[in-house]
């Protein structure tokens, strides 16, 4: 490659020498920049191309329906259950700058593309992997807060307190392992929202890829390659010089950037499988995205079940809490399957955006043993609320902000 290189460029060296020399210095200063800023070029050139060419949500709409999930009819009868909390990362750059109020748009975007451009020769960037706004940064806090603070009130339900106690990895609480999505600002909130949790228990978050966004825009494009540490300097002044990436953060299951062919569902299907291949009772996503997430209780929520989860995104730094179900297809006892119980579904903090007001509660989460590795639901227990399966409650609990 380097020898057909040069070979060209000898070829075109004496017309290049003909020409003036304000040409001369513009190719001269051309190839710097690229040279200089390939990667980030390079870097555009895939987020653009991914924009066009993006299928993540094929096969989602086809997808069987998680209702058919029983338990084995070998085997220990039962179907298994894991306790899954999501936490949606802050608000991220992009965010404010499309999301805002649309008068500003124009300006914001402005500025976007000039701090853009003043990184534009470094491996950093406002709009790929888009990093956590100042506000991001705040709302990560104020989580951060809200789980180190939290304390049982007279009337909270024994299984919330179960709940924000492996959330806080108080000892003696439900084991849990944390995880998050390899785009930087859900590494950076799930450092700030755990990081009380993180000092004292030395544990790391795990980086799985299969959380990565799914969607066509270039800020759901990653910038750590395989088994890279992420680039989120931008929290150092929160967190102090104590935090080090190497030292709380495990990169050894992230497999970089999605690909080009990459599938949402087959994606998820992967984070169910990592989740019951876990020891831990509850697994803890210490920040993943909005539309993963909806699309995640579209396809594991029965279809004929009726959920806010499958129509509207968590807010920023919301915290829900869940059972997901694990058994085998009633019509192919080979053929895993996975499904979240509706009934169970628990905003502990912020809940879902547009969710006017709070129903009463239908159901309650279901915690595993301190010592087990899964809590079963016996086989044929109901899957919906309601008529012929509809769920009429929402599921929200009252010990986070509306």
Not at 42 to 66: C, N, P, Q
Not at 127 to 155: M, R
Not at 317 to 339: M, P, S, W
Request: proline share 4%; net charge positive; aromatic share 8%.
């Amino acid at each position: 490659m380097l020898s057909q290189v040069m070979d060209k460029l000898q070829k075109t060296w004496p017309a290049l020498m003909k020409q003036p020399l304000r040409v001369q210095i513009a190719y001269a200063i051309l190839a710097v920049f690229v040279v200089v800023c390939r990667a980030k070029i390079l870097m555009w050139t895939r987020g653009i191309l991914f924009f066009i060419l993006w299928g993540e949500k094929k096969g989602m709409s086809s997808a069987r329906d998680s209702k058919n999930v029983v338990a084995p009819k070998a085997g220990p009868q039962e179907i298994q259950s894991k306790v899954i909390i999501f936490i949606r990362h802050g608000e991220s750059d992009w965010n404010y700058i499309f999301n805002k109020n649309k008068l500003l748009l124009l300006p914001r975007l402005i500025m976007g593309m000039v701090w853009e451009a003043c990184m534009f020769m470094f491996k950093n960037s406002l709009f790929i992997d888009s990093p956590l706004s100042s506000e991001g940064i705040e709302q990560a806090k104020e989580v951060q807060k809200f789980i180190a603070n939290y304390s049982k009130k007279a009337d909270t339900p024994d299984d919330i307190a179960e709940a924000m106690k492996a959330l806080r990895g108080d000892a003696g609480a439900v084991p849990s392992v944390l995880v998050s999505s390899n785009l930087r600002r859900a590494i950076a909130t799930g450092c700030i929202a755990m990081w009380p949790r993180q000092q004292r228990t030395k544990e790391k978050i795990i980086v799985h890829a299969s959380l990565q966004e799914m969607s066509r825009n270039v800020d759901t494009t990653a910038l750590a390659g395989p088994r890279e540490f992420p680039e989120i300097s931008s929290i150092a002044p929160t967190l102090g010089k104590e935090f080090r990436g190497k030292k709380y953060l495990d990169v050894s299951q992230s497999t970089g950037n999605k690909g080009f062919k990459r599938k949402g569902k087959k994606s998820m299907e992967e984070f169910c499988a990592w989740c019951f291949a876990r020891p831990e009772p509850v697994i803890i996503v210490s920040a993943g995205h909005s539309l993963w997430f909806k699309n995640f209780f579209k396809l594991y929520i029965p279809k004929d079940t009726t959920h806010h989860a499958k129509d509207l995104k968590m807010v920023n730094c919301g915290i829900v809490a869940f059972n997901l179900e694990k058994g085998v297809l009633e019509y192919d006892q080979h053929q895993t399957g996975y499904r979240v119980d509706s009934d169970s579904m628990t905003s502990l903090w912020g809940g879902f955006e547009k969710q006017k007001g709070e129903a009463a509660r239908p159901g309650k989460l279901r915690l595993s043993p301190k010592n087990g590795n899964s809590a079963p639901a016996k086989n044929g227990q109901k899957q919906a609320n309601g008529k012929n399966g509809k769920e009429t409650e929402s599921g929200m609990c009252c010990t986070g902000r509306n």
